[in-house]
């Protein structure tokens, strides 16, 4: 076993090598540019083709549905932002929810700025959204529903199909962020009635710099106002040269995640069941953060009472892990999923991120709970309010609902 341990795989993922292997020919040998009208851009357009197909296979849509962006956050200010401004003579309002990543959040209180109207619905106890309360909140100027797939701290999984019915019936376009849910959970984009998707290659093992938006061509057919000019490429909707290495390598790892998922998902969720028996029998004062069954297979969020998370990861310096989204890491604030949940603060400031995938091992899952139980034990002793705690407390959730 190496050390450190890489249990931080919702930041990011290693490159399989097997995806490394498909795109070194494409920096070097097969560099054309996919425009190109020759021989070279010839063969760069049907290796991008290629990965469209591949792309599109793993959330059973069609190549011509896939949109390459330089990651998920860009796809999601395509979709956000595409969607309102193309559609705003039909109306202008949003629906979220409280707990997506700050990639949407953010795109909505942009709109927001600019005249559009946005509900951002609440969320329970395990960050589930009410369907009773999206129904609800959807009236005659409603564009679009933006929840995401599967929630990138939690791991919470959304009831995706009835979230895809109620905008169906309705007429409301339906976006999900699957950023962390891609290659992890099956997603097919007709039976769960989504519109749009957004996809990095660097969740799944891929590499980074490269990501798509699934944009549906079927019934309804979709159209986006893009926010990159400069060439029509992509359909018009991205401008810009396409960066074949990536959209290559983006292509080879979702074709491997389709072929190895049936083996894949249940060793990962061994793991995290592992994982998660360990140090619930080794520690007291734990929460389970998020839904304990629907929620993705590698993700492990755990509240440590009487610790403070920043200071429990420093100690675990042969480690990786993280409190919360990486692209929010630097803010001392507690995370807003965890508020959104209604978790108390000083629990929220407690909780720990396992991200665990392809790669890891019973031996090295074994060693984190050894290495956490060690730690959150060192620390606990510095604490005066530790050990003057009430006999058999435990960490109160929020209300289921709230």
Not at 280 to 293: C, K, Y
Request: hydrophobic fraction near 40%.
């Amino acid at each position: 076993m190496k050390l450190p341990v890489y249990f931080d795989n919702h930041a990011t993922t290693p490159v399989d090598q097997r995806v490394v292997d498909t795109m070194l020919p494409f920096f070097t040998e097969q560099f054309g540019n996919s425009a190109s009208k020759h021989a070279f851009g010839w063969e760069a357009e049907a290796a991008v083709h290629q990965a469209r197909k591949n792309v599109g296979s793993l959330i059973g849509a069609a190549p011509k549905e896939i949109i390459f962006t330089s990651g998920a956050t860009e796809s999601d200010n395509l979709a956000i932002k595409g969607v309102a401004e193309l559609y705003r003579d039909r109306g202008d309002h949003i629906i979220t929810c409280a707990a997506e990543h700050k990639a949407v959040l953010d795109c909505c209180k942009f709109l927001e700025r600019h005249g559009y109207r946005v509900t951002y619905l609440p969320v329970d106890a395990y960050g589930t959204v009410n369907l009773d309360k999206l129904r609800a909140a959807i009236d005659d100027k409603t564009l679009l529903i933006s929840i995401m797939a599967a929630n990138n701290e939690v791991g919470t999984v959304q009831p995706l199909t009835e979230i895809g019915r109620i905008a169906g019936e309705r007429g409301v376009l339906f976006h999900t962020d699957a950023t962390q849910a891609v290659g992890k959970m099956p997603i097919d984009v007709a039976a769960c009635g989504i519109h749009l998707l957004s996809m990095t290659a660097h969740k799944l093992h891929g590499p980074k710099g490269i990501g798509a938006l699934y944009v549906s061509a079927r019934k309804p057919r979709v159209r986006l106002s893009p926010t990159i000019h400069g060439g029509g490429h992509e359909g018009g909707m991205r401008s810009g040269t396409l960066n074949v290495p990536g959209i290559v390598g983006f292509g080879k790892a979702c074709e491997l995640a389709r072929a190895g998922m049936a083996a894949e998902l249940p060793h990962v969720t061994s793991l995290r069941d592992r994982l998660e028996t360990g140090l619930f029998a080794q520690l007291d004062e734990l929460h389970l953060n998020g839904h304990p069954t629907e929620r993705l297979c590698g993700n492990l969020n755990v509240a440590f009472g009487y610790v403070e998370g920043e200071s429990l990861i420093m100690g675990l310096n042969d480690v990786a892990v993280s409190s919360g989204s990486t692209c929010t890491s630097a803010a001392l604030e507690p995370s807003h999923v965890l508020k959104a949940m209604g978790l108390r603060e000083d629990l929220a400031h407690g909780s720990i991120r396992f991200g665990l995938g392809r790669f890891n091992t019973e031996e090295e899952v074994d060693y984190v709970v050894r290495r956490v139980e060690e730690e959150v034990t060192r620390l606990r002793g510095l604490s005066p309010l530790y050990g003057k705690r009430p006999a058999g407390a435990r960490p109160a959730a929020a209300t289921a609902g709230k």
